[in-house]
């Protein structure tokens, strides 16, 4: 019996519009370009408007990278999504989003996992084909961060844009072969980066609100040195199963949170800066999105190029962490 193998087939992002500069949140809150240039790396950040739900943006990343993989809608056995801002609490979102991209009455979850969600998506993903179950899977990893920001708190609200990215993945080749992979999570730091209100242990109330509760809070500086040390150790322990190591990296895709960690993670896996893929400063941090929309635009601008092996690793809320080897095939 031969070995099975899952490939990324296609991808595709959307970012809305409008465009939030350094400049613009200068005018609602107190900071400047230089503070927020000079401590994430971020110029500016895209910005759903309010009638522009999650299953908006990912209809359009996955309709995207359906094209980008040739893919019509009878060839998608399923649907996932990681989120931290669905539509709604149910239905979940996928089911939404595979419904208008006309996928028929295929298996759609959502799960979350913080900024971690789109690799979490691929690892579930390439098990599901590998194990022969599915053979055509969409992975979407998407956020509205801003209708969960606080915008009076200059720490965050300076840090989070919105977007959406996704990936096809099947089971031939050629393509970006899933290779290596580490994941894991540690509940007991689950307080440093949350969202205090809104489940049921905490749920939504006047005085919530007021208090800001139902926003996103962070401790940045512990938040930082638990994102460095979980990014080098799941790309390390992927590149390890793929039998490789940090000199047999053409490119790091790391989670688009802030500047000075992608530099820091960067340095601990001994890689040129030329070997990273930055695009924070136009984006923002937009979660799960972050990495397809690095990885979509990698692929299409020629960064990525046939046989370059590209790491992908994140971090975010739970805490939860995650890495994954995919090897671009030689053949066009």
């Known amino acids: 019996m031969n070995e099975r193998h899952a490939y990324i087939k296609g991808t595709g992002h959307f970012a ?3 465009i939030l500069t350094n400049e613009d949140l200068a005018k609602i809150v107190d900071t400047n370009d230089e503070w927020i240039t000079s ?10 408007p ?3 739900a999650n299953s908006d943006m990912s209809f359009e990343a996955a309709r995207r990278a359906m094209d980008d993989a040739g893919w019509k809608p009878e060839d998608v056995q399923a649907l996932i999504i990681g989120t931290v801002t669905p539509d709604f ?15 028929g009455k295929i298996p759609c979850y959502d799960f979350e996992a913080g900024c971690t969600g789109f690799i979490y998506g691929l690892i579930q993903a390439k098990a599901f084909i590998e194990s022969g179950m599915m053979e055509r899977i969409i992975v979407i990893g998407t956020d509205k961060l801003s209708a969960i920001t606080n915008y009076e708190d200059r720490n965050t609200c300076v840090l989070f ?5 996704a990936a096809c993945i099947g089971s031939e080749g050629p393509g ?5 992979i580490h994941w894991g999570s540690d509940g007991s730091l689950g307080h440093l980066l949350d969202q205090p209100a809104g489940g049921t242990r905490n749920p939504i109330t006047h005085e919530a609100i007021d208090q800001k509760k139902n926003t996103i809070h962070m401790a940045g500086g512990e938040i930082m040195k638990s994102a460095v040390r979980a990014m080098r150790d799941s790309a390390l322990k992927a590149l390890d199963e793929e039998g490789l190591t940090y000199k047999d990296v053409n490119l790091l895709i790391s989670h688009q949170a802030n500047v000075r960690i ?11 800066w030329k070997d990273v893929y930055v695009n924070i400063d136009r984006y923002g941090n937009t979660s799960s999105a972050s990495i397809p929309i690095a990885m979509d635009e990698a692929l299409h601008n020629g960064t990525i ?9 994140a971090f975010g809320a739970g805490l939860t962490w995650g890495g994954i080897v995919v090897r671009w095939s030689d053949e066009s």
């Open 16 to 18: 809305p519009e409008p």
């Open 39 to 48: 401590r994430t790396g971020i110029k500016q950040r895209h910005i759903a």
């Open 50 to 52: 309010d009638d522009m």
């Open 89 to 103: 609490i149910f239905p979940n979102t996928a089911a939404l989003v595979a419904d208008r991209l006309g996928l």
């Open 161 to 165: 844009g919105d977007g959406s990215g």
């Open 176 to 180: 970006g072969l899933l290779g290596g």
């Open 262 to 272: 992608i530099e820091s993670t960067a340095r601990v896996l001994r890689l040129d």
């Open 305 to 313: 190029k046939p046989g370059f092996t590209v790491v992908l690793a």
